[in-house]
């Protein structure tokens, strides 16, 4: 359900405690938000008027009340991802400071389109505070997108690592002559945060609507979307739209990560299976092999990750020192 309230009031009205499987939201900015174009210089033809600010001497107790209705409504082990510039952060991290909320990750979004400067550097950066509420293990779908064994072709890098480093670069959509909201988060950063942290299913709350894009992108992945929005010009242009999304409309645009070819991957290492590790690296060693062409052979063929393979031979002196001394004994 979508509701044309303030959030703080629509929280306490509408939301049972421990409800909310996820929030992601992105409040207003207290820097007279309602004025941005000016600073970006952009044609505002097609952005929705009515975009409300929060004056900048309330900013942290109203921060701080929207935090505690937010953190009422989570349940044990759900996650929050706060969207924030740098100029109120402070704000945010203090109110946060004062829950229970337990910080996971800080998140730098790097962006396009930054605000033009000339005689400083460019800001293209924002900040996403991942936090869970305590009580229960959070969902966090490590391989929803990405399998331990897929490689980047170009570094060789693993790239379910490379996606969940915590400096995310995806563009903003440029969406030019369609109707938007002033700072619409882009679709690939909302369902980045929403395969991570939700099942299908489950419930995602926005306490600050604007264009409904995290309910738009979470109702598209099959979860369930709730919210709040307190501009009326906003509210009843979306609430329309929100109506044209299909659930699960998106879950085909979403790629499917190969099955892991690190097919031992977390079982435990018998004494057997080490020594077989140790022994074809012997082999492949002194037949010239390069220990990185060896780890990927071994993970092929044994299905463990290269991290653990790496371990079991670097625990191990013995294999080099074989080597070095030209004993061609292997481990019995
Ligand atoms: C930064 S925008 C959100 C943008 C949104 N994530 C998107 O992708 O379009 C913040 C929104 O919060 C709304 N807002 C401001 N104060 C509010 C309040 N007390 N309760 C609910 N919404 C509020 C503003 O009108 C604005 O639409």
């Known amino acids: 359900m979508f509701y044309n309230v303030d959030c703080i009031e629509g929280a306490t009205q509408f939301l049972k405690d421990s409800s909310v499987d996820l929030i992601i939201t992105d409040p207003p900015y207290g820097i007279g938000g309602d004025m941005l174009h000016k600073h970006y210089n952009r044609n505002e033809d097609f952005v929705l008027d009515g975009y409300i600010e929060v004056p900048k001497e309330e900013y942290y107790d109203f921060t701080y009340s929207w935090i505690k209705e937010a953190e009422r409504v989570l349940k044990p082990g759900g996650a929050m991802y706060i969207v924030s510039g740098y100029t ?8 946060l400071s004062r829950t229970q909320m337990k910080e996971i990750n800080h998140i730098i979004w790097k962006f396009n389109f930054g605000v033009y400067t000339k005689n400083k550097y460019i800001s293209s950066h924002y900040h996403i505070l991942y936090y869970v509420k305590p ?5 966090f779908n490590t391989h929803s997108r990405y399998s331990d064994s897929e490689k980047d072709d170009d570094s060789n890098g693993s790239l379910n690592y490379q996606d969940r480093e915590d400096v995310w670069v995806i563009n903003r959509e440029y969406k ?29 709350c926005d306490f600050f609507l604007g264009s409904f894009s995290t309910a738009k992108v979470s109702i598209g992945l099959n979860r369930r979307a709730c919210g709040f929005e307190k501009s009326q010009i906003a509210y009843s242009y979306q609430i329309n739209e929100i109506e044209k999304v299909e659930s699960g409309s998106l879950l085909d645009s979403l790629r499917t990560p190969p099955a892991n070819n690190y097919f031992n991957q977390g079982k435990p290492i018998e004494e057997n299976e080490k020594k077989e590790i140790l022994n074809r690296y012997i082999k492949m060693k002194k037949s010239g092999m390069s220990k990185k062409k060896i780890i990927e052979k071994l993970g092929q063929d044994i299905g463990r990750g290269p991290w653990s393979l790496d371990k079991i031979i670097s625990a191990s002196k013995t294999p080099e020192t074989l080597i070095r001394n030209g004993q061609p004994k292997l481990f019995e």
């Open 135 to 139: 009580g229960a293990k959070p969902t």
């Open 176 to 204: 030019p002559g369609q109707i938007k909201n002033k700072n619409e988060l882009p679709t690939q950063l909302l369902a980045k945060m929403i395969q991570y942290s939700s099942n299908e299913g489950d419930l995602v």
């Open 88 to 95: 109120n952060l402070i704000h945010i991290l203090n109110a």
